[in-house]
């Protein structure tokens, strides 16, 4: 599983961070945090847009 942050540096990074290992022990599976800087957030969110529809990509918006 991949959380994608668009904005490096914020308060979103932050907050993916504190969230990862708890999502991590609840499902049983690794927790990554990706930053995907860049364009006013616009690269991360077209990269999570072309991901599977797996659901093991997220934003954080």
Do not use: H
Not at 34 to 55: F, L, M, Q, T
């Amino acid at each position: 599983m991949r959380i994608i942050v668009p904005i490096v540096g914020s308060t979103n990074d932050v907050l993916a961070r504190l969230v990862a290992p708890k999502l991590q022990k609840a499902m049983g599976q690794p927790v990554i945090v990706e930053n995907k800087p860049g364009a006013g957030g616009n690269i991360g969110a077209e990269y999570v847009a072309k991901s599977p529809a797996d659901g093991l990509t997220l934003l954080v918006g």
